[in-house]
Structures are given as C-alpha cells and as structure tokens.
C-alpha cells in the first residue's frame, strides 16, 4: 500500500511539474493572429462606428455609421439620427465583423446584434445556462472566428474562481462552460480575483493568456497571469508578476478598451500601471509594457516598455512595424490642472525596438489634448491610424495618421456638445 | 443673507403697515361678535371653522373653550359652522352693537361627503389660503379607499409612479419634482419617525382626516427642508368615542384591516388605539414578459404571472393621554410598531427576474406630544412633540440562483441583486426627533409661528454573511428654524404670509470603504454647515367668485440619509451630495361660483416655475440594477395646471384636473467644462401631460332611512413619454413607456347612518398593460371588496 501511495505520489508529483512549470513549448503553428479577418465572398462595406454620449446625468448612448471619417469639412449630429442603444445595452460591447456581442443590460442572457442605419437588431440570444455574469464585467477572447469566450470572476468571495464560456457567434449558443481548475486563491483571508480580469486568446499554441489580480479588499500591488489550454480549459500554470502593480484593466476586460496586443512576431503585450509614488489617489499611476514572447508562458523579464516617470497607460493598440500607439494621461505633460475630467490625455507613439516615445503632432503642434480615460480613440486600419479626441478648445474629431509617411491629417468632427466614447472599425458583408 | 435681511425688512415694514391699516379699519364702526360653539351636552368645541358666509375669506377656529371672535361693521350676516363629526350649521346674525351667540351643533354618525357640507371643510379653507396647496378630505371616500397612494394620484400636479402592486416602491412628484424631493408628515412629524417601512401605500386610511399637499412653497411651521413640496397626513381628532373597524380582501390575495378607536375612561384618560395590516401576494399578471423558447431558440413574449412579489406590513400604535387639564389642552404619549417584509421580483426592469431576494424592516416609536393654549402667557399656543424611533431593515440576497419567468433557476455562484457573494445587509437607523412650535397671534389679524425641529439618524450597516463587506456607524443630523408672520388684511380678502427657514446640517462619515464610488475621500468625518429659505405668499379675493393668489420660496433640501449613505444593495452610496435649492414660484386665481342652492361650480388654474440647482436625482443604472443620488446642477420646470369641479345638490359631483410640467435640463455644461447638447432639453424619463376625470353620484334612503350609495367612475390619463432623450437618436427605435388609460370604477353602499359601509372598487376595469416605469408592469384588472364598522 505505501508503495502504492508512493507511486501515485510520484505520479501526482509528475503531473503537477509539467502542469505548472511555465517553460517553452513547442508547436508549429506561426500565425500569431488571434482574430484572423474573414474572408468573404460577398462584397465587404467598411464603415466606422462612432459612439457618443449625449447628457450629463441622464446619458443616452448614442451610434451613427459613417463610411468615411476623413472629410474636415463633415460634422455629425444625431440630432433624431443614429441609433439610441441606452435602452438594452451598454457601450462596453465586443465588437466583430459588422456584428456587437453583449450580455445586455437585462444580465440573463448572450446577445448578438447589428447596429445599422440607426437601428439595433438583436440577430441571436441565448439564455445563460450554467455560469452567470454580470453586465459589461467580464472579459474576452476568439478562439477562432466563430468561437468566442468569455471569462469572469465569479462573484463569491466565499468560493472565488474563475468561470467560462464558450460560445457560437452565429447563433450564440453555448458550446461549453465551466470554471477553472487548480487556479489556487487565499480565500479564507479575503482574497478574490480582479471582476473580469483580462483574457488573449494565443492561437499559435492554443492558449489563453489570462490575467487577474488576486487581491483582498483593497488593491494589490501585483497581478497573475494564467495560461489556459483553450481546448480543454486545463490551467497549465500560474505566474505572479510583480514589477508593477496591475494590467492597466481588471474589471471590463477589453470590452471599451484595448489593453494588450500582440505583435507581428506573436508577441504580446500588455499595458500595466503602478501607483505614483506621490499620488493622492490609487487611480494616480504610471504606465509600462510587459512582454510575453511568442510560445513563453511567461513575462519576458528582460522586458519592460514605456520606460518613463510619468504617463499612465490608458489604451495601447499596435500599429504595425513593431510600433504602438499609446493614449496616455499625464496631466503634467498636458498642464491640466489635475486627473479627474480634465485634458489630460495624449497620443504618442512608442517603437517598441527603441521604447523611443514620440508625441503625435499636427502641423507642428501636438494633437489637442483629450478628455476621457474611458474611452477607445485609436483605430488601425489600412495603413493608417484613427485617432479621436475629445479637446477643450475645439469640437471633438479625428485626426488621421498616415503610418508610411506619418503625416497628419483633420478628418470629421462631432458637433459639440456631445461626449465621445468610441471609434470602432466595422466590416459588414453585404448580403 | 441680504435676502434673509431683506425679507425681514418687508415682514416688519409689512406688519406695521398692516396694524396701522387694521388700527385704521378698526377705528371705523367695528362691532364684536364673541361666541360659543358647544355640543348638545354642552361641551366645548375646539377647532370647529365659524365662517362669515357673505365674506367667506374671513373664518374663524374655535379655541379650547369654543370660543371665537369677529369685528363686523353693521349689517345682516350668516355664520357657517362647521365641524368633523357635526352636523353643519347655518345661522343669520344682525349686528348692529356688541353681541354674544351661542352655538350648538349636532353630532353627525359620520360626516358626509364634501357636497353636503355647505359650511367649509379645513380642507377647503386651506385650499383657499395664501399657499398653493391640494387638502383633501379623506373622510367621505374612506369607505372605499385602500390606499392613499390613489387617492393622492388623483390631485393636480402630483404623479404617483408605482413599480407594481401592493407594497411595491413608488415615486411620487409635485409639480414635476419628484422622490426625496418631497417630504412626508404625520401631523407636522416626519412620517418616518413611524419607521421606515411605513409610507402613504400602508399607513391606516381610518386615522386620516385630511391631507394637505404643499406645492414648491412649504409653511415653516412643518419644519420641512423640502425642494418641490410637502405632504402632511392630519390624523382625525374625533371628540366622542368611537371605533372604526374595517376588512378588505380584493385580488391577487390582497387583505387589508384597519382598527382605530377611542376610548375615554371615567377617569379623563384617553385611549386611541390604532392597527393596520396589509398583504397581497401580488401574482398578477404580467402581460408581455420575455420567455425562452427552445423551439423557437429565441426569447418570445408571453404573459406569466408574478410568483415572488408577497408583501406584509403590520403597523400598531397606542396613544394614551389627556385633554382640557389645566397644565396642558393635549398630552399625549404613544408607542408604535411596524413591520414590513417584501418580496422582491424584479430589478429596475422587469427582465431582471428575482425569486428569493427579500426585504425586511422593523421599527419602534416611542412618542409625547404636549399642546398647550396661553402658555407662559396670554394667547401664546406651545405644542411640542419628543420621538424616539428604532429602524432596523434587512436585504436579504442569499440564494445563488438566477431566476426567469417560468420561475425557473439556474444555479450560480452570484447573489440575485448585486451578482455578488450572499448578503445579509443590515441597517440599523435610530431616528431622533424634537419638534416645537409656538404660535402667538398679535390680534385676530396677525400672528407670528417660531418651529423648530431637530432630526437626527444614525446609519449602522452590516452584512450578516459577506464578511468582506465593512461595517460603519454614520450619523446625520440636523436643525431646522422656521419663523413665519402671518396677516389677514381688508376683512380677510387679503392673507399674506412671510418666512424665514435656517437648516442646519451636522455629519459624521465613518465608511470610507469603494471611496471611487461614494467619494468618502472627499468630505471630512465630521462637517457642520448653515444654509437659509425664505419665501412669502400672498393671497387677495376680489369676491367668493375670483381669488389670487401667489407664493415664492427659496427652498433648499438637505440631502437624506438613504440618498446620503445609500441603501447598501439597490442604492450606492455618495457622500458628496450637496444640498438641493430651488427657486420656486406659484401664482394662481382660484374662485367658485353658487347657482342657486343646486349648482356649485369650482375653479382653480395655477402655474408653477421650479428652478432648481444641485438638484438631486436618483440616476438609474441600467447596467445592474443599481441607482446612485448625484447633484444634476440644474433643471427648471415650467407647469400650469388646472382644476374644475361641480356640484349638483348632494347628488352628483364631477371633477376634471389637468396637469402640464416642462422640465428642461439646464446643465449649460458637461464635466469636462464644454457645453452639453442637452442644455435646455426636455428632461427624459418623466411624464408630462396627465389628468384626471371623475364623476359620482349619491343615492340616499335607497333601500331604508339613512342609506346611502355612492356610484363612482374615474378616469386618469397619462401621455407617454421618452426614457430618453427625445432629441437625439432616431425616434423609430427609442424606447418608450406608453399613454396609459385607466379607468375605475367604486359602488359604496352604507347604512345605519354610516355604522355599516360596504364597498366594491374595480381597478383598471379593462385590464391594460399599465406601466408608470419602464418595462415595470403594473397590475391589471383587479377587485377589492372592503367592510367597515363604525361605532360612536
């Protein structure tokens, strides 16, 4: 009996050394895309999103199309135009091919919709079936370009864990779901995972890299990352990382927001922040980038970007050639007066070779400064970078960047008056 | 403050210009009429209203000893006497030297409705003072009411939204400022010192006499720290003994009883028992819910009916005292208990299924009221009031479920209302309340009021079970002053009133736990602030037929506890809040006019301006369920409203209302500093255009002597409205809450000179969807049958 209880030991010991250690595997798969584009048959129409609040208490959101942002000359309106979405659902919404995937403001079930032409459809709903969420707090991955998952923490502090779902887009049925296993929490003293956390889906091994913080009730000046085989939803293992404090998302995931990605060698990044060392509140933070190289199963620790005093990460998307683009809210550097609603946002872009930081200028100024750290102000597409703000002096717009020739053009306004909230690239086939 | 100082220049400019003019009109040929109004057995009657019927703005209250006194000029004059409980008197008097009446008035089993009465209710006067205000008399319809919610609902200018049936939460709004806007009182006391639990859908109809209903402008003597207006529930003061027993049952398992009485022992002590209950299990229907349909794989509309929506409320109260002693005209010391438990079955819309989610409140109340006529000296009327309540309410959220129509769950690892671990959430809020207030009359013609009222609220929070969650201990309290001088002029045509209000706000923070949410980083533990009101209001008749009248005050409103501190599970906290002010304006003409003896036609048209800043609103959150009190800096309603009443001998009497608000967000800027395009827009999610028509008809000696039936229809209208902003977005796909029409009808039968009264109501007789809310259905076509005793 002791030696069966010495082998199963041994073999327990086996299967804990290869599930947790977090070395290099092996795998031959080279696409680093997580979210490949489709490849339609049928025309497709390319359009932007533009989402605005209108109001300061009572705040209707609002969504217009608009095929092309780059006319100065254009101001939008929704005056009795556009969709008025507030009703059933919330701006932090997953976006993909022309189509919005939400749990709707109703929290009971998996939406997918259309907004077009001023009107919301619901194109497919499923009702929760196991695992329950809580409206616009969890997070998300594809796992390819009709599986979408998505991860939350649980809720229960008495029992906290992390739970699942793995959904068809088409028709939003649940595939599988469940919680994860062998994720190890203090919950005896209080401890409980980030509200959503943040989740990648890494094609090239099939893992989802996820992050949370595991924290009590006050902030934790560290964060984990998970590797999660996506096939089976196994833990592989689970790394604490502790050079700075927090990813710079931990309760609605990349739902308004793009915090990580990856670039073109499959690498990922992921923006994090760490309380100033003279910040009156936590939300006073300085920003860095944190790498997990292509196949590694965990931070490069010879990496860290955004190597600056100051500068709080807000959204970083990457934009080709080894560069990112950073919104950044450094209210020292805008000379707002401090970091609440203020002006204190700008856009620089970050060579990720060099860490080289370099402020987006136009006509030999730099972008007006914007207002909104909860917001998503810079889109990549063909070639160019979208960026949308918010400023002080002047309606709010587009500015577009050429990235071959880095020149700066004035694209559309919004009619003053109005909040924005998001700029979201839509690719719609025409049916 | 130099408006402060100001208005005290015009109070006493105002004073002595009027006693000259008094003196004056005093110095012309004035003869005294002194009298006594007293009961056949020759007992004095208080507070009985003598009214000059040729001049109907000049009225007197009897004091203690029935007393009361007029100047008149020589001439042929018609008393008007009248008192609840008395047959109503008429009588001509010719004055032409100093004289003395003697008044006897008979007692009346019940008082009958107000078209029998040809002499003024309390009610009526009030409506024709110098302030803008709705008084209803309770009395004739408390055979058929079960809820005082519908009663108020049906006056001009006020709106009522219900989430549901029996019990459930409800908002109600005078002039468009609507929720904690408004303040509640029971005979001048906060009505929550009762606890918090009990409100206007459960307090007991059989105590109620009248209820006064102020408009933007608030007398001082309620002590009220209100921004859009104020409620007082007058409790009956019957003088004989009696006791009022009545039983309701009506759909969805709805139960009503009622028991109230007094009792007078040999000895002077007064017994005043009082029990209410109320239950419903409330499983209406609910008209068009969504439902998963697996065949269909996709959610379908189709009616189910509630299934966790019970409500209990109990309510017992004993007051004990005495009257007409030589140390004090009142005194009396109650104690009282109430009990609410409540189901809850949906979040803020109705797809938000709930199906074990509770909530749980207890309350204790002790009390002592003392009233006192020349007291310390001559003419100088005390009355105080001393409260002392227990409040301790429950959220219970323990059920890891997640609930849908069919009344199916799943199993989850989330609480039903927050999505979070299991709670418990306790709230413990002892209420302190001293009231007093001393009114001293100069003359006949001029009186001054001083009140003061002190409420202090303790707020102890914990969890029973999310031992994550942080206990703490706030306390709120506050002082209010209020001064007020009030004048009748010109032979009572003209009645102007001036005040002055000091609120002073006292608050201790001890959570500093989610500071990003409820902002405790940023106000201090312990803060005392000073903020002043004062107003005026003005009232002059041209004749009975045409009357004018306006009112101005500048209001402020101190933030509530609930608003304040939040309510731990439905209600975020924000400790920020600042107090409420507007700048509140009624101007109206009002009048009636007497066809013969058959035909009396009343009137009255009012419009209103609200401008108000750090206006505090609750903000629903869509997202989860959530709300969170926030200063929206400014909104200014603009209304007119307008009733017309008729009254055909004591047979038939219609009434029509009409309400109109314009609410306009003037939040000329958004936070960041630059101009919201929603500056000046009609505010979302309010209704605006309502009314009311109805029309009953008495039947007496129907089937015996002394009968009587009452056959009455009410229509109430509602035009529908946006939930959002209606300027921006497409039209065709916001959402809206659509007209409601409800109709309802009441036959009420009582005989044996009102001991027995039987009554039948039908609400919402063609069973439409009716929702006051968005996407929060309330019931449908629904019976209640109610029986009631009275013996004096």
Known sequence: MKKFKFLLFAVMAMLTLVFSSCGKEDNPSLSPDPEPNPEPENPVEKYFDLWVAAGTDEVSYLVKNVPDVSDPGLVIDYKNTGADITAKLDEEIIFKDGYYYEIPISGDRFGKYRIYDGKLTTIAERPFQN????????????????????????????????????????????????????????????????????????????YIIYMTQKKSKFWSNDFNVIFIKASDMSVKCDIKETRVHTMAGTAYGELLQDKTFWDDKGNLYVACN?????????????????????????????????????????????????????????????????????????????????????????????????????????????????????????????????????????????????????????????? | MKRILLLFLLMSISATVSVTASVAQTGRAKYSLNGIVQTEGGEALQTAIVTIKENNTLWKETDRNGAFEFKLAKGTYTLVVSLTGYRTLEKKIRIDADSRINIILAEQAEN?????????????LLKESA??????????????????????????GVRVRETGGVGSDFELSINGMSGNSVRYFIDGVPLSSKGSGVNLANLPVNIIDRIEIYKGVVPAYLGADALGGAINIVTKEDKSNYLDFSYGYGSFQTHKTDFNARYVTKG?????????????????????????????????????????????????????????KKWSDAFFVSASYSKVDKELQTGSIQSIVYGEAERKSDAGNISATYRKKDFIFDKLQFNAVASYTWDHSRTIDTAFRKYDWNRNYILTTRNEITGDSKSIRHYKRPRAVVRANADYPINGNHSFNLNYLFNRLGNERYDQVDKSFTKTNDVLANHILGLSYNQILFDGKMNNVFFVKDYIDYLVVRQRDEYWVSGSDKVDEKSVKVYWGYGAALRYSLSEEISFKASYEHSVRLPLGNELLGNGITVLPNLTLKPENSENFNIGVFGSARISDKHLFNYEADGFIRDASDYIRAVLSERDGLMQYENVSSVKIKGIEGELSYNYSDILKFILNCSYQDARDMNKYKEDGKASITYKNKLPNRPWLFGNAELDLYFRNVVGRGDRLRVGYHYQYMHWFYLTWEAYGSLDGKSKIPTQHQHNAVVSYSWKNERYNLSLECNNIFDKALYDNFMLQKPGRSLFLKFRLFIN
């Open chain 1, 131 to 206: 695992n329950t969420y809580k409206t616009y707090r969890y997070t998300h991955c594809w796992l390819d370009k009709n599986t979408l998952c998505i991860m939350a923490y649980n809720g229960n502090s008495q029992a906290p864990g992390i739970i699942w779902t793995k959904l068809n887009a088409t028709d939003m049925t649940i595939i599988a779901e469940g919680q994860l296993e062998g994720v190890e929490i203090d919950a005896e003293n209080g401890f409980y995972f980030s509200t959503s956390g943040i989740a990648k889906y890494r094609e090239s091994d099939g």
């Open chain 1, 274 to 431: 760490t309380e100033r060392t003279d910040a009156s509140s936590y939300t006073e933070q300085v920003g860095n980038l944190l790498r997990i190289n292509k196949g590694e199963f965990e931070f490069d620790k010879n990496y860290m970007g955004h190597n600056y005093p100051a500068g709080k990460l807000v959204t970083s998307t990457y934009m080709g050639n080894n560069k990112a683009i950073l919104y950044i809210q450094d209210p020292v550097h805008t000379g707002a007066s401090g970091w609440g609603n203020n002006y204190n946002c700008y856009f620089a872009i970050l060579d990720l070779t060099t860490d080289q930081r370099t402020e987006i200028m136009y006509n030999g100024k730099p972008l007006p400064y914007s207002q909104g750290t909860f917001a998503q102000f810079a889109v990549v597409r063909d070639g160019k970078l979208y960026l949308a703000t918010n400023p002080e002096k002047e309606a709010p717009g587009i500015y577009i960047y050429d990235i071959a020739s880095g020149n700066v053009a004035k694209g559309l306004s919004i009619q003053e008056g109005y909040a924005f909230r998001r700029l979201v690239p839509m690719e719609r086939v025409v049916e």
């Open chain 2, 112 to 124: 009958l409705d107000a078209v029998t009465v040809v002499g003024k209710s309390k009610a009526q």
């Open chain 2, 131 to 156: 302030l803008s205000v709705n008084a209803l008399n309770i009395r004739p319809v408390i055979n058929s009411t079960h809820n005082i919610n519908a009663i108020v609902n049906k006056t001009t």
């Open chain 2, 268 to 324: 002077g002590l007064i017994f005043k028992p009082t029990v209410g209950v109320n239950y419903s299990k409330n499983d209406y229907k609910m008209k068009s819910v969504e439902v998963w349909s697996e065949e269909e794989g996709n959610y379908v509309y189709q009616e189910r009916k509630r299934f966790h929506d019970d409500y209990f409320s109990v309510f017992g109260q004993l007051e004990v005292g005495v009257t007409n």
